[in-house]
């Protein structure tokens, strides 16, 4: 095999990006609207079934959803699994890789309830964005420990009836 040929063949292995610039890439991969909710649901709402994200109040649709889940698994960011309790559900759940963008997702967070008018508690933002570290560090303990609670209990947790479920959702609601 020549030079050449080696070459082709590394090319043909990963996706094709339209640059190598890591911004671009980056978002061709988790980049559109609806991945990066799907990504904030399971990393700080506790979202976890193809019906906690159907129902996450943004109004996608079940064919995008489909689409958005099997992309992010693709790409290494989610992973799914049936559940052990019902094998006709499927659950999903962050990767390593996806976990790590908890710094961006709270960054995003922050930028957007700091400039635009949101529905994101004012003193919630500030203390956020006043131990970023802290915050990052229980979003990636909770995920080690698969702890459903939401992190942020003002965005709602899921709905359904498992852990953080239905019940966990009505008390972040009286509280938040």
């Known amino acids: 095999m020549t030079l050449a040929n080696l070459a082709g063949v590394a090319r043909k292995v990963g996706p094709k990006h339209r640059s190598g610039c890591p911004v671009n890439i980056s978002l061709e991969v988790f980049g559109d609207r609806w991945s990066l909710l799907i990504v904030r649901d399971l990393m700080v709402r506790g979202f976890t079934t193809f019906q906690d ?3 996450s109040g943004e109004g996608i649709a079940t064919n995008m959803l489909a689409d958005r889940l099997k992309r992010l698994c693709k790409s290494g960011i989610v992973t799914s699994e049936r559940d052990k309790n019902d094998g006709r559900r499927v659950i999903y ?8 963008l908890a710094p961006v997702m709270l960054e995003v967070l922050i930028w957007g309830a700091q ?7 004012p003193a919630v933002i500030a203390e956020l964005a006043k131990n970023r570290r802290a915050v990052v560090e229980e979003t990636r303990r909770r995920w080690r420990e ?3 609670a939401p992190l942020l209990p003002w965005l709602g947790g899921p709905r359904t009836g498992h852990p953080g479920g239905r019940a966990s959702r009505q008390a972040g609601r ?3």
């Open 146 to 148: 698969r702890d459903a």
């Open 115 to 121: 400039h635009e008018q949101t529905g994101a508690p």
């Open 174 to 176: 009286s509280h938040g």
């Open 53 to 55: 994200f159907l129902e």
């Open 93 to 100: 759940r962050l990767t390593d890789k996806g976990i790590d």
